[in-house]
């Protein structure tokens, strides 16, 4: 078992730009969570999505969005880069309603 | 009142020591207190949880021990070693929320050989 995966692994964009970074579930788990966490902070919960369906959505504006695939793999989409979206991109799968089990995360740079 | 406040920021032990890291809360309806390890470069990696009906809960070297009427829980690494040194994260899960978490700002713990 990969257990969960994120993709890339880093990745730098200058202000304005626009990113993707992608996520894979753990095998047999069908909720994805997202957070950020900047430098020396606990990780802020971004979104969840199951069943292709946005769930539960934190403090974080428009810019951020997402989406679930059939297969339960998920993206994240951040428009309108700021500096202050420099952070660790955290994924986390689940079964709906268990405990949450995390990626290594998409480092972003925002220049 | 959804702040989960976490203490202290850094620590250091002694191999073969005890370790503990403090959380408090505010909000009672919080249902589910897990702690994460966080290693350089990874992710976070859940250590051990504890539910509020349950006072105390031992896994191995770590213990959290929680006080529902003081609204505290804390972590104890018993007998520390040098491949705990990394930074721990309490959390809150918000009720009917499918294990939305709130987070402590983190502990990095150094132990020394």
């Known amino acids: 078992d990969a257990g969960v995966t994120q993709s890339p692994t880093h990745l730098i964009k200058t202000r304005g730009q626009q990113v993707t970074l992608r996520c894979s579930p753990k095998s047999g788990h069908d909720t994805v969570s997202w957070y950020q966490q900047a430098l020396g902070q606990g990780p802020q919960f971004i979104f969840q999505y199951y069943e292709e369906e946005e769930r539960q959505r934190g403090n974080f504006p428009d810019r951020f969005s997402g989406h679930q695939f059939p297969n339960y793999s998920s993206e994240l989409n951040v428009n309108a880069l700021l500096l202050g979206d420099s952070a660790l991109y955290l994924c986390?799968?689940?079964?709906?309603?268990?405990?949450?089990?995390f990626g290594p995360g998409t480092r972003l740079t925002v220049l | 009142q959804q702040q989960v406040k976490q203490s202290p920021q850094s620590l250091i032990v002694q191999k073969g020591g005890i370790s503990i890291i403090n959380c408090a809360y505010e909000n009672t309806a919080f249902d589910y207190f897990p702690w994460y390890q966080q290693f350089p470069g990874k992710g976070p990696a859940l250590l051990i949880a504890?539910?509020?009906d349950v006072s105390e809960k031992k896994e191995g070297r770590f213990t959290i021990s929680f006080n529902k009427s003081a609204k505290q829980f804390s972590l104890h690494i018993m007998d520390s070693q040098p491949g705990d040194s990394a930074t721990y994260f309490c959390?809150?899960?918000?009720?009917?929320?499918?294990?939305?978490?709130?987070w402590g700002a983190g502990t990095k713990l150094i132990i020394k050989p």
């Open positions: 959390a809150a899960s918000i009720p009917n929320s499918n294990y939305q978490l709130i």
């Open positions: 986390a799968s689940s079964n709906f309603g268990n405990e949450q089990f």
């Open positions: 504890i539910r509020p």
